[in-house]
């Protein structure tokens, strides 16, 4: 079956719009985290190469000095670079410590002591950790005589060569950055330690940064998405305080918002929605003139009817008699046929909305339509075909449309006085194919070519008997082109001569259609 395509999408779509403004958020909340453990681990790294620098210089400096001197040089630099020094001999025995030697220059901050907003970061610094998955780090423990064998970057200073610099986290998880260097050739390593107390605030400060950064992005998304949820839910509530007012059907007429400033989704729902409202409304509208014109186009031949049968009783002439029994008899048809009629036109809607179009060729049933009647129609209305080439299979209900071409055929004869014709052209052009059917009777008056559409409109011709036709059967051929997708005017002959011209029209089938 043949569906119209929607509407294009104007401006940017809804779900477009939610996704974006949701997504957001989200990307700079997990950039944000992955961020600081960059900046982190970047921090550590110059901290590596500056310890190891020191540690190098220390040792090349502690290189031949005498103890005292040595000594000295610890103390000296321990204090003045915020360092603490030991230095050990071949066998790992602790020979000085500038903690020992002059007053520390730094101690490891008890977390016990510290107040709820430092407990609090370092929990924080802990979620961090887990989200980025950063790698465990040892904690960092210490004693006043600590031999060399409980530091792992002496031994592998030693088997290397080369100063080894490790981390560990403080009892506060503030970096411990221990360097160990070998001094001289006799096996004596020296081990440097710092508190880089700066690197953990320098984090926590960015951490700061980011959290207010991300704090208005977070103010930004929900403000907007209070915009977008006004945009979506206020013209959904109009939407359905119009729809139950239909519903409930206490106003005749419901002004549903069609808001065509919108060209989202909404937009194309409301529009939807308001054209579904007015063709509903136009159906029982329909519906009810449709009651309406059946009662009094059955009232007709009932009146006439009842007043031959009782003028019947009171009349003993058998030759009046017998013309009243034919005036009732004629009602008699009058009725069956109009019935007959009244049951095709309220049962085409729903046959049609549950049909199932096949492709077919309207040229070829033009022709089947055409060549059946020749057997049976009155021969002095021939009726003349004519295929005038192009593509004319149309998606369609055979029966339907043969119903079309059967009604034009008989509105078209109807007219025609003996001696004229009625011709029937077939053709396809672009993306329809087009049937007319021209007669030679008086034409359609301007005015009228409208009105003969209307259910029980009928123009007929003066000597044709009364009620021989219902009106019905121009109406029920435009429903049918119009389910088809199709249109069924009324126009002048091309050709100028005297006469109806009627149009069929229907879209031709389309690949998507097979």
């Known amino acids: 079956m043949r569906l119209r395509r929607l509407p294009r999408i104007r401006g ?276 009810e003139m449709f009651a309406a014109d059946v009662a009094h186009e059955l009232k007709n031949p009932l009146a006439s009817l009842s007043s031959a049968l009782e003028t019947m009783e009171r009349v003993d002439d058998p030759a009046l008699r017998r013309q009243l029994a034919d005036i009732a008899a004629h009602d008699v048809q009058r009725l069956d046929r109009l019935i007959t009629e009244i049951a095709d036109a309220s049962r085409i809607d729903a046959e049609l909305s549950r049909a199932t179009f096949e492709p077919l060729d309207l040229a070829a049933l033009a022709s089947q339509v055409v060549g059946a009647r020749d057997v049976r129609a009155n021969v002095s209305v021939p009726i003349r075909f004519e295929n005038r080439g192009g593509d004319t299979v149309v998606p369609g209900d055979a029966a339907r449309l043969e119903r079309v071409l059967e009604n034009l055929l008989d509105n078209a004869v109807s007219f025609s006085s003996p001696g004229g014709a009625v011709d029937v052209a077939v053709w396809g052009d672009g993306d329809a194919a087009h049937l007319t059917v021209s007669d030679q009777g008086p034409g359609i008056p301007a005015s009228e070519r409208e009105k003969v559409f209307e259910r029980f409109h009928s123009v007929r011709p003066t000597e044709e008997a009364f009620g021989a036709h219902s009106g019905l059967g121009l109406a029920i051929a435009r429903t049918i082109a119009e389910a088809h997708d199709g249109s069924l005017t009324v126009d002048e002959r091309p050709d100028g001569l005297p006469g109806a011209h009627l149009l069929l029209c229907l879209p031709l089938l389309l690949e998507e259609d097979e």
């Open 12 to 287: 940017v779509s809804l779900t477009t719009r939610i996704l974006f403004v949701n997504v957001i958020a989200l990307a700079l909340l997990a950039g944000g985290f992955f961020y600081l453990d960059s900046y982190r681990a970047q921090l550590i790294d110059e901290r590596f190469k500056l310890a190891r620098a020191e540690a190098d210089i220390a040792a090349d400096a502690l290189d031949g000095a005498p103890i005292e001197q040595r000594r000295v040089l610890l103390a000296r630099i321990g204090t003045e670079q915020t360092l603490r020094l030991r230095l050990y001999d071949g066998q790992g025995r602790l020979l000085a410590d500038s903690f020992a030697l002059a007053p520390p220059s730094f101690a490891l901050i008890d977390p016990e002591a510290e107040p709820w907003y430092q407990k609090a970061a370092r929990l924080l610094d802990r979620g961090v950790d887990f989200i980025v998955n950063a790698p465990t780090i040892e904690p960092y423990s210490d004693t006043a005589e600590q031999p060399a064998g409980s530091w792992p970057e002496i031994k592998a200073a030693r088997a290397s060569g080369r100063t080894e610099v490790f981390l560990r986290y403080a009892p506060d998880r503030t970096p411990v950055i221990t360097a160990a260097a070998p001094v001289g050739t006799k096996g004596e390593v020296l081990l440097s330690l710092r508190n880089a107390l700066d690197i953990t605030q320098s984090v926590r400060d960015a951490r700061q940064t980011l959290v207010i950064i991300i704090g208005i992005a977070l103010l930004l998304s929900v403000q907007l998405s209070l915009f977008l949820a006004r945009t979506i839910v206020q013209p959904l509530r109009a939407l359905v305080r119009a729809a139950v007012r239909v519903r409930l059907g206490r106003e005749r007429e419901v002004v549903v918002p069609r808001l065509p400033d919108r060209g989202d989704e909404i937009g194309l729902l409301a529009r939807a929605v308001s054209d579904m409202t007015t063709a509903l409304r136009q159906r029982i509208d329909a519906v």
